[in-house]
């Protein structure tokens, strides 16, 4: 992977980096992501682009701890392990067979005789 070298803006600031040209996208989308954070909190009354651009840090460092936690949420709830899966296949299997069991011998009004598949 050779590198390159692209030019972006971060708080109105022309910035210089390298990187390869299968993670350029990445990069800028990056960029264009922590620029927007840089101008939220410069609006929201930070005066200093470096304290702007550490306030736009921790934001963006925590939706990427929530988004960690949610998916390691969702992966905690829906791990169910083989052997559950198995255990609930055979208790429906077993009450299939008894609602066909219960069907046999149900009988329709007016009817003496049982059903028959």
């Known amino acids: 992977m050779s590198q390159q070298r692209i030019e972006v803006s971060l708080a109105g600031q022309k910035i210089t980096l390298a990187t390869s040209a299968e993670h350029e996208p990445l990069l800028r989308a990056a960029c264009v992501l922590v620029d927007e954070q840089i101008q939220l909190a410069i609006s929201g009354g930070n005066r200093s682009i470096e304290r702007a651009s550490m306030m736009a840090a921790l934001k963006i460092a925590g939706d990427l701890i929530t988004l960690q936690k949610n998916q390691t949420q969702q992966s905690n709830s829906s ?11 055979s208790e429906i299997r077993a009450l299939e067979d008894q609602v066909d069991a219960l069907m046999q011998t149900l009988s329709l009004p007016g009817s003496p005789r049982p059903i028959v598949p």
């Not at 791990?79 to 296949?89: A, C, G, K, P």
Request: net charge negative; proline share 0%.
């Open 79 to 89: 791990n169910v392990s083989s052997d559950e899966i198995t255990r609930l296949q």
